[in-house]
């Protein structure tokens, strides 16, 4: 019996069978290798940088060459960088841009008023007085000072800002300008009402600059001293320059508030 079964030729398979084992022998090395390389993944710390967009790549992440003491290296010895090493050298501390909860009215309202005046020439805006008022805080705190510092060093007195629970010390002003003339700076005390607006501003300067200026326009917000009855007879006979709501970006005189806001803040001002 034993002769018999040495004698006996091995087993034949079918065309059928043949593939199946094919398959199967094909399939287990596919996934013998997807194993290996997910393991090599694993070990690798690094590894992120490739799974990463290419928009987050630092440079040109090629096919990788080598794998040595936990660190990739492209193709020619150049080591790939972490995550953090591209955030930190691309990335920089900057301010957040900040800007005025806009509502689709107050989006409609802005366009329609600059798409009648996208015309306008030079000569056409130098006929326009921009007119605003302006908070100045005292205090150096005006939450635009940033520092450097390494982790632990928050309570080191060398990046503290010293700022007062109250109300700051400040000063509110009324100005205007145009194109070759500015006017006198007014020192608002207390609240700013249409009685004082008209008493304080626009009879004493507003109206002078205008009846001097042929074809002068002027301008000014949406305040409620600026849109009271008593301020609007007040310029009866002037033409004043139609201001959409929440738009004091769109007002050059902002340049100018944001310049002294910045020499308002410094030491020996403060002192004095």
């Known amino acids: 019996?034993?002769?018999?079964?040495?004698?006996?030729?091995?087993?034949?398979?079918?065309?059928?069978?043949k593939n199946i084992c094919t398959q199967k022998k094909s399939s287990y090395n596919h996934e013998t290798r997807q194993e290996c390389s997910l393991a090599?993944?694993?070990?690798?710390?690094?590894?992120?940088?490739?799974?990463?967009?290419?928009?987050?790549?630092?440079?040109?992440?090629?096919?990788?060459?080598?794998?040595?003491?936990?660190?990739?290296?492209?193709?020619?010895g150049h080591p790939v960088p972490s995550?953090?090493?591209?955030?930190?050298?691309?990335?920089?501390s900057r301010r957040p841009?900040?800007?005025l909860p806009l509502t689709p009215h107050h989006r409609q309202c802005r366009l329609d008023f600059c798409r009648?005046?996208?015309?306008?020439?030079?000569?056409?805006?130098?006929?326009?007085?921009?007119?605003?008022?302006?908070?100045?805080?005292?205090?150096?705190?005006?939450h635009r000072t940033r520092v450097w510092r390494r982790t632990g060093q928050r309570s080191d007195p060398a990046f503290i800002v010293e700022r007062h629970t109250a109300i700051s010390q400040g000063v509110t002003v009324w100005g205007a300008i145009s194109w070759d003339t500015r006017s006198s700076l007014v020192v608002l005390q207390g609240t700013l009402t249409a009685r004082r607006y008209v008493d304080d501003i626009l009879t004493p300067i507003v109206l002078?600059?205008?009846?001097?200026?042929?074809?002068?326009?002027?301008?000014?917000?949406n305040a409620r001293p600026h849109t009271a009855r008593?301020?609007?007879?007040?310029?009866?006979?002037?033409?004043?320059?139609?201001?959409?709501?929440?738009?004091?970006d769109?007002?050059?005189?902002?340049?100018?508030?944001?310049?002294?806001?910045?020499n308002c803040s410094r030491p020996e001002i403060q002192e004095n």
Not at 1 to 17: C, D, G, I, R
Not at 116 to 142: K, M, Q, Y
Not at 233 to 246: F, H, N, R
Not at 250 to 262: A, D, K, M, Q, Y
Request: with cysteine; aromatic share 8%.
């Open 208 to 221: 002078p600059m205008l009846s001097s200026r042929p074809g002068a326009i002027y301008q000014q917000d």
């Open 250 to 262: 769109l007002s050059p005189i902002e340049h100018v508030w944001t310049r002294w806001e910045g």
């Open 83 to 92: 995550r953090e090493t591209i955030r930190r050298r691309l990335m920089r």
């Open 116 to 142: 009648p005046r996208a015309t306008w020439s030079g000569t056409d805006w130098r006929r326009v007085i921009f007119s605003d008022e302006s908070r100045f805080s005292l205090s150096a705190d005006d």
């Open 97 to 99: 841009l900040r800007r």
């Open 40 to 76: 090599s993944e694993k070990q690798v710390g690094r590894i992120d940088v490739l799974a990463a967009p290419r928009s987050e790549r630092y440079g040109s992440c090629s096919v990788l060459a080598t794998v040595d003491h936990r660190r990739l290296y492209r193709r020619g």
């Open 230 to 248: 008593l301020s609007q007879q007040c310029l009866q006979g002037y033409d004043v320059l139609p201001w959409p709501a929440m738009s004091p």
């Open 1 to 17: 019996m034993l002769s018999k079964a040495l004698e006996s030729p091995s087993p034949k398979y079918t065309l059928s069978q």
